[in-house]
């Protein structure tokens, strides 16, 4: 699941942004030399939600959940996850006589694991054999959310610091008034981001297969003996 925030930030920093001033076209600063001066900041946070373990439906009903089909073995447990995707900006403005100028000062993103929820089947006592083979396999694809995010934060953080169009009060957008500057604002973090973060879902969706492809899976089966 992608949270689609930014354009609610955008809008939301429009509706509350205090009135432009007619002013000539402002003056656009030089831009200062590689590490002289912050001017502004990107920066990409990660968070997960605790693991949720259910044991409140039967195997069978386990089996018909989305997601539980594909491996080509008996369901015994299920891990349903969710990720999501946040955009938190601040931007300013500045109207000239003909346009209005805007640029970030701050791009916020937040990778999170939003939901993370662990099915097993209640055929198996808490505490049994199979319960905890079950969790043990479960719980690592939790793991493997967790690294992932972990990964697509830092591979955001540094395609936003490393793009070239991402407007700063150096190179802001010229556009002819608010609404304009805010969706051209909007359209060029998307830029970096979307790209990164569909191979970010591409490659999850491979990590969390392997996981249950039969000879790892093979592994749960062996431990104990009490299947149903």
């Known amino acids: 699941m992608r949270a689609r925030a930014l354009a609610a930030a955008l809008l939301l920093s429009a509706a509350c942004a205090p009135a432009t001033l007619e002013l000539p076209a402002p003056e656009i ?4 030399a590689p590490g002289r001066g912050r001017f502004h900041r990107f920066k990409v946070q990660t968070s ?26 008996q369901t015994q447990g299920l891990t349903t996850i969710k990720h999501s995707l946040a955009t938190h900006t601040r ?45 043990e396999h479960e719980r690592g694809h ?34 002819a008034d608010f609404a304009s500057a805010a969706e051209h604002l909007k359209e060029d973090v998307a830029k970096v981001v979307d790209p990164i973060y569909d191979r970010f879902e591409a490659e999850h969706k491979a990590a ?6 039969p000879d790892p899976y093979d592994a749960v089966y062996r431990k104990c003996s009490g299947w149903k």
């Open 142 to 175: 939790g793991r493997v959310a967790r690294e992932l995010a972990v990964a697509l934060a830092g591979r955001l953080e540094r395609a936003l610091m490393a793009s070239d169009h991402i407007p700063t009060r150096f190179d802001p957008v010229v556009s």
């Open 208 to 213: 969390q297969e392997k996981l249950d492809r």
């Open 48 to 73: 997960a939600v605790p693991v949720d373990v259910r044991r409140d439906l039967s195997r069978e009903e386990i089996s018909r959940l989305p997601g539980a089909a594909g491996s080509g073995l």
């Open 29 to 32: 600063p030089r831009r200062p």
């Open 91 to 135: 931007f300013s403005t500045a109207k000239g006589t003909k346009a209005v100028y805007a640029w970030f000062d701050d791009v916020i993103l937040e990778v999170a694991v939003s939901s993370d929820v662990i099915h097993i089947p209640r055929e198996y006592a808490a505490g049994s054999c199979e319960y905890q083979a079950v969790l």
